[in-house]
């Protein structure tokens, strides 16, 4: 099964993936973990993302192409993947259909506000990294980490003010590729607002369709 997850910040994309690549038998390929492996063995495309980050600069197209080329190359991909993070641009999403087939290109949909309520409400331990949810995992005492004590902190990325920023450029990139796939016959959406498990029954019984 060859998958890609299209969906914004916030949808659970990478949730369902942990969840999918053991119902298929795949690999879940983030594109962000891709760079992290390739800087940590500093291979020759991890030392010039490494450069290109270190500069401030977006990596390009054509280096995120080659990863990814690569990455598909390896023998646990053999029978398939699910792909998280990349196609982000046309040119990408080019690229990708001369490297191989699709099975399908998941969307997962869920409404802006829902995004908002989902990230904003994220809080996180400093020393350890836990993280909790004011609504969906709230800590045992408000604003306090349940084993170190010390206060929780909110991320300036998890602000409003910073979602919604977010959520502009991903539609702007992204609303584009939707309807790209959408043209093929090859997207499928699925209701991201349901429990992780209710999400990954929903997709599992439309890719069966």
Same mark, same amino acid.
């Given at each position: 099964?060859?998958?890609?997850?299209?969906?914004?910040?916030?949808?659970?994309?990478?949730?369902?993936?942990?969840?999918?690549?053991?119902?298929?038998?795949?690999?879940?390929?983030?594109?962000?973990?891709?760079?992290?492996?390739?800087?940590?063995?500093?291979?020759?495309?991890?030392?010039?993302?490494?450069?290109?980050?270190?500069?401030?600069?977006?990596?390009?197209?054509?280096?995120?192409?080659?990863?990814?080329?690569?990455?598909?190359?390896?023998?646990?991909?053999?029978?398939?993947?699910?792909?998280?993070?990349?196609?982000?641009?046309?040119?990408?999403?080019?690229?990708?259909?001369?490297? %191989? *087939?699709?099975?399908?290109? /998941?969307? &997962?949909?869920?409404? @802006?506000? =829902?995004? +908002?309520?989902?990230?904003? #409400?994220?809080?996180?331990?400093?020393? %350890? *990294?836990?993280?909790?949810? /004011?609504? &969906?995992?709230?800590? @045992?005492? =408000?604003? +306090?980490?349940?084993?170190? #004590?010390?206060?929780?902190?909110?991320?300036?990325?998890?602000?409003?003010?910073?979602?919604?920023?977010?959520?502009?450029?991903?539609?702007?990139?992204?609303?584009?590729?939707?309807?790209?796939?959408?043209?093929?016959?090859?997207?499928?959406?699925?209701?991201?607002?349901?429990?992780?498990?209710?999400?990954?029954?929903?997709?599992?019984?439309?890719?069966?369709?």
């Amino acid at each position: 099964m060859n998958l890609v997850f299209l969906g914004p910040p916030g949808a659970g994309k990478g949730t369902i993936a942990a969840k999918a690549k053991d119902v298929y038998k795949v690999p879940h390929i983030s594109t962000g973990d891709l760079f992290r492996a390739n800087i940590k063995n500093e291979t020759e495309l991890g030392k010039k993302v490494k450069a290109i980050l270190a500069a401030g600069d977006l990596v390009p197209d054509s280096v995120t192409i080659e990863m990814v080329r690569e990455r598909l190359k390896e023998a646990d991909a053999k029978n398939g993947f699910i792909l998280d993070g990349f196609p982000r641009t046309i040119a990408q999403a080019d690229a990708l259909s001369e490297m %191989t *087939g699709l099975d399908a290109v /998941v969307n &997962f949909v869920l409404a @802006k506000e =829902e995004i +908002i309520k989902r990230l904003s #409400g994220r809080r996180v331990c400093k020393s %350890t *990294g836990r993280t909790y949810h /004011v609504l &969906f995992n709230p800590p @045992k005492v =408000e604003g +306090i980490d349940d084993e170190t #004590g010390e206060p929780l902190i909110q991320r300036d990325d998890d602000k409003e003010d910073a979602i919604r920023n977010r959520l502009e450029v991903y539609e702007a990139s992204t609303a584009p590729l939707i309807e790209y796939y959408r043209a093929k016959g090859l997207l499928v959406d699925v209701d991201a607002s349901k429990s992780p498990d209710e999400v990954l029954s929903l997709m599992v019984k439309a890719l069966e369709k």
